[in-house]
């Protein structure tokens, strides 16, 4: 009797360790064979991981020129966008490989976990705008294929029409490369900016990138309620 125990407990303790590496491993894969399922709210985002890369293997994604160019400042150029992310890349969490094509797009090489990092950061990107802004009276709403954002101002919203721009800025490039790695081509990605005003049913912005060019005063901003 004392054999068998002692032999069950060996059995449990292998079984244990097991099951530890196993979670070890998926977690190693990006969560690729256990995803962690979470409760969203109406808001939150969540990317569907449609392209797997098995372990050992890479795949390559093009970002679009426009997404390059949003990247940059007035005085950069799309190599200084470049060379940013090979500084950025310590311990090569982004990517394998980059390259600046002659088209301007941005050819990037990754594996499944350098994927999943991309994914999950744009997720927490998007999520973490959502929250602040909804403390501030601004309602986002982002579709579920990443192709229009809609920005609501509620009564009294203490958003401003520079303090959204910033934010729309890491919003507009978050979406984008939510495509991108989904698998959509770089001249199909689009996205839809809509902003309103909850009180009048006012539309303040109505626009498609690449291609979008807005600009708006703080009177047409806040309409009535600031005059």
Not at 11 to 40: C, F, H, M, N, Q
Not at 98 to 116: A, H, R
Request: aromatic fraction near 8%.
């Amino acid at each position: 009797m004392e054999k068998i125990k002692k032999a069950f407990g060996f059995t449990s303790l292998a079984v244990l360790i097991l099951l530890l590496l196993y979670v070890k491993y998926a977690y190693d894969r990006g969560l690729e064979l256990w995803p962690v399922k979470t409760k969203l709210t109406n808001e939150e985002v969540r990317i569907e991981r449609k392209i797997k890369i098995p372990e050992g293997e890479t795949k390559e994604f093009i970002e679009p020129a426009f997404l390059v160019g949003l990247s940059q400042t007035s005085t950069e150029t799309p190599k200084d966008v470049v060379e940013e992310l090979e500084e950025g890349n310590y311990g090569r969490v982004w990517y394998e490989r980059v390259k600046l094509n002659e088209d301007g797009t941005l050819s990037m090489t990754v594996t499944g976990k350098q994927l999943e990092h991309w994914l999950s950061t744009r997720e927490d990107d998007l999520n973490s705008r959502i929250k602040k802004n909804k403390e501030k009276g601004m309602e986002i709403k982002i579709d579920k294929d990443y192709t229009k954002v809609t920005y609501t101002l509620k009564k009294g919203c203490e958003k401003s029409s520079l303090e959204w721009l910033m934010d729309a800025q890491v919003i507009l490039g978050s979406l984008f490369e939510a495509q991108v790695f989904t698998g959509v081509s770089p001249e199909d990605c689009r996205v839809r900016e809509v902003v309103k005003r909850e009180s009048d049913g006012m539309v303040l912005i109505d626009a498609v990138s690449p291609g979008a060019s807005y600009e708006i005063t703080d009177a047409e901003w806040y309409g009535e309620e600031k005059e």
